[in-house]
């Protein structure tokens, strides 16, 4: 039984050995502050590895940013309790506040297949200067995928398109959302997308309540 313990250490030593780097393990981050979700998520952004970012029921008022070159998964997950000791998935009780100053949230992958996830969070209050996506602006390179779930995304606001969430990706699902009172607006005809705009090979919607979201020129 020993024996079976020693294989990973074994491995590890013989691609050591070859010159080969060791295969990155999954990291778990469990956050309870605007700073510690930063961290996580530029931590995660440089560390090889799958990543699953837990966020401590609260309100977090800040412009998150995930920036990446490695084609890794992301899960931003919502809704735990003290010490993510246990989860109840419901975007009421975990909010993102962009304080109207820019982007809620942003998780780029633009040159890499990289798989993000984001469930059980509010997004809101987001406030770019021009530019897509004021609650969420999400880009992976080709073959990447992009799925939003279970999230309350309301009341952003962007230059062009996209006002509550903006998706790049091969595949992007957006299920079980509520997207409202959302505006693309002040980028004439280039503003689209109120709630929603979504540039992808293969979109599923599914189960969302997207109403008065908003799109033209402001001025």
Sequence with gaps: MKSR??????????LALLG????????????????????ALTTAAGNGADDEVRIVQGGYVGNFVYAS???NKLSLLGGFTAGCAGRTLDPVNTILDGNQVNRVLVLSAPDVAADFLVEGLTLRSGKPPPGDGGGLLAKVGG??????????IENNTCGYSGGGVSISATT???????????????GGDFAQGGGASISATTATLTNNSISGNTAGNDS
Excluded: E, K
Excluded at 20 to 39: D, E, H, K, M, Y
Excluded at 172 to 186: D, E, R
């Design 172 to 186: 992007a699902t957006l299920a079980n959302n509520s997207i409202s009172g959302n505006m693309a607006g002040g």
């Design 20 to 39: 080969l780097p060791a295969p990155a393990r999954a990291a778990t981050f469990c956050v309870n502050s605007a700073a510690s979700l930063q961290t």
């Design 5 to 14: 313990h020693l294989l990973p250490a074994l491995l590890v030593g013989v």
């Design 69 to 71: 070159t490695q084609a």
């Design 143 to 152: 073959g990447g995928a992009v799925t939003v779930n279970r999230n309350i």
